[in-house]
């Protein structure tokens, strides 16, 4: 346990909420000013911190409460280090990590050519995303001798003894984040 002076800056916002490229982010950073009569307050970020593009860092008012809000265009994990002080000389820095990820991939229902036994077969999945996918079945199976690669192509030649019918299957999308 740790006793706070009246004259102590303490910033008490504990972390930051992720944020979501393309999404609008809103997190305010509070203060304590250990209940100081007249104190006026300074934030700063150093010249070494970088905001991930699309998201500013702003003092909206008294008590001490500072702002980052914007709409994040890059994911990433960025550290950012946030400085504090008041008119009687007191000063506190924080740090904080960042998180900007991308937006989930949206589930896509989609139909693809019917296949014929003894022919190449040749389809593609589609998701979008600004960084590289991943796919892979998640469930049920493709037909015999048919296979999906990690870009999400669907190939091979179908077996010419394959059993006629139909073969369900969900594939799984990720992406870099």
């Known amino acids: 346990f740790r006793s706070i002076s009246p004259s102590a800056l303490t910033i008490t916002t504990p972390f930051l909420q992720p944020a979501v490229v393309g999404a609008n982010y809103d997190q305010a950073i509070l203060a304590s000013d250990g209940m100081i009569t007249g104190a006026t307050f300074n934030w700063s970020l150093p010249s070494s911190t970088t905001l991930p593009n699309g998201i500013t860092f702003q003092e909206i008012g008294n008590p001490a409460v500072a702002d980052l ?6 994911a990433g994990i960025f550290p950012i280090v946030v400085n504090l002080s008041d008119n009687f000389g ?7 990590i960042l998180t900007v990820t991308e937006a989930p991939v949206p589930v896509i229902k989609q139909s693809l050519a019917m296949a014929t036994a003894c022919q190449p077969y040749s389809a593609q999945l589609n998701a979008t995303s600004m960084s590289t996918l ?28 394959v059993v006629a019918g139909t ?11």
Do not use: E, M
């Not at 007191?90 to 740090?95: C, K, P």
């Not at 037909?143 to 870009?151: E, G, I, M, Y």
């Not at 073969?167 to 984040?177: C, L």
């Open 69 to 74: 809000s914007g709409v994040p265009t890059q």
């Open 90 to 96: 007191h000063s506190v820095t924080r740090q904080y």
């Open 134 to 161: 991943t796919w892979r079945i998640f469930s049920g199976a493709l037909p015999p001798a048919l296979s999906l690669a990690p870009t999400g192509a669907i190939s091979g030649t179908v077996s010419c003894d």
């Open 167 to 177: 073969y369900p299957f969900s594939a799984a999308v990720t992406d870099a984040n």
